[in-house]
């Protein structure tokens, strides 16, 4: 497996990283897929704190104690559950995060944590608090670098003017091009890595096509447009690999992603995602065809 740096850290990603939440609570079967994802040369896991009430920081950190040294966790604080554990709300401040890495760490039953993110983030948010937290936590060693997950390109200005992070977790994806047009040329330019999301667009990227598609459309995609659009892609680019393997590499081939992150809750799903970050390259001719026959999309919000 091929692996990038982290922005300006020395660490090294699998351009393929499981996406942890998908594993569930059968702890016997989530060891089988965090597993099997080591096998493939995947090194690089993201879980959140409120994935599964912070069971699934347990879960990973129980079946990876043993390679802990040759791997990298990611996980996220900012959402904090209500007592009831029916919804939750967003707190960025530098008290809760302080408290929140050191209950995530003794989840995950490990001394540091190597990515540590924000888990949202908006541009009314005390950001320079949020900043000064993760700063104190790198400094006194609990974490080794940080990063935020958002889609909104002014609080993503606002972390890469004013940060250290070396890292944006975003959606992104053939369907979802809005990061092409405000954010990733910024932070290629910062030296910021991309680490994506939702790269098969909920399963419509994927041999299954419009069985995953919603009658309302998706995005500013019309569910008649997909009717179009997705058979055109699987025709054009897909007839020798999967449709996923396309979408896979359509993230890749842009200069500032790292990993894409991608879910598993089956031993042979985490086998097709390895292949799909295995496969060949898009061609620029490839390329060339996916950005004129889909949509620039660009943010209506967020500006």
Known sequence: MRKRQLGSSDLFVSEIGLGCMSLGTDEANAAAVLEAALDEGINYFDTAD??????NEKIVGQALRNVRDQIIIATKAGNRWNE??????WDPS?????????????????????LYQLHGGT??????????????????GYIKYYGISSIRPNVIREYAQKSNIVSVMMQYSILDRRPEEAVLPLLHEKGISVVTRGTVAKGMLSDKMLEKASAKGYLDYTYEELQK????????????????EVAIQYNLAQPAVASVIAGASTVEQIKENARAARADSLSPEELSFIRSFTKANKYEQHR
């Open 50 to 55: 409120l994935y599964d009430f912070g069971q």
């Open 84 to 89: 009831a554990k029916d919804s939750w709300t």
């Open 94 to 114: 530098k008290a809760y995060i302080k408290e929140a890495v050191k209950q995530s760490l003794k989840r995950l039953n490990t001394d540091y944590i190597d």
């Open 123 to 140: 541009i009314e948010d005390n950001i320079e608090e949020t900043i000064e937290a993760f700063e104190e936590l790198k400094s006194e």
């Open 229 to 244: 659009v997705l058979p055109s892609l699987k025709e054009n680019l897909a007839s020798t690999r999967s449709l996923a």
